[in-house]
């Protein structure tokens, strides 16, 4: 939903964190999204690549991975991924927000939250 | 002393490790400091436009306010609608007017949280801006979040918005009175609520008339 705005947002970021090194050119950008997010990927990249062009940046590859949600449940200690509902009906699969092992609401969000400029490749 | 200069055209990595969406949740944890050292409660309610947000609070406030002294902070795009009705019940209210934005995030609760006299308040309603996707992404610092929707939004609300309901103490289905004309089942609502999030509570309310409303301050142990 906010792929524009998180797209300004980490062109300035990556675009300032260059200049800082002097750089002559970005050669890539490796940038991590959260499983959990509503942002999306490809919606994103479109939006980054947009707002570089023009600039130092204009031809720097820009990847994304994706960080697989994981949960802690504080009722049995579990650590691990969160799961899906497989069912026909639904095109994506429905996320369950309980602990796959005891079934618990009580899970506490550890990863697939964030949305991070992980490193930029430069020139210089 | 060794100094090492890159020579021209040398390639670098610079890591960054930079995460944007940590800076809200750090703002919202502040808030929830500021709310605890005042002893506020405060509750954020979520939903779609139309659900009954607003009428869920009206009701909520004229049950407590005799137990508790109640202020609100109310998103909207532009107006003061909702603020005003709510406003009527002698509730204090702060209107943040997000213009465009869809989402209330956690900096314009700290700013609305140096408005409010908290020292008089012991529960605060936040009332969301009508969205079922966005708010979800931005906590605000309260203590239960609590999502509303209605029947009028057909069967298929719960599956659709999955991730609403991550962190969501209570869900109200509301307009139970209009469910038969509708054609949509609260229990089947109920159901998909409880296949995301078991332990979830449910009410299932009339915001017009304030049937359900005590299921819903039970279910938020008010």
Redesign the interface.
Known sequence: MHEFSTAVAITENVLNSAKRARAKKILSIRLEIGGLTLLNAEQVKFWVMEGLKETIGAESRVKIENINPEILCKNCGYIGDLHFMDDPTYHLSLPLFTCPQCNSSKIEIKKGKECVIRDIQILK | MHIIK?????????????????KN?EIADKNRETLDSHKVLAIDVMGSIGSGKTSLIEKLTKSLKDRYRISMIAGDLTTTIDADRIHRNEVEVTQINTGKE?HLDANLIKKALNELDLEKTDLLFIENVGNL??P??FPLGSHKRVVVISVSEGPYMV?KH??I??DTDLVVINKIDLASSMDVSPENLTEDVA??????KVAKTNCRTGEGIGDVIRGLEL
């Open positions: 890159s020579e021209e055209g040398e390639v670098f990595d610079i890591e960054l490790e930079e995460d944007l969406l940590k949740r869809c996707i966005c979800a992404e599956v999955p991730y309901f991550i296949k995301i999030k078991p332990d979830v």
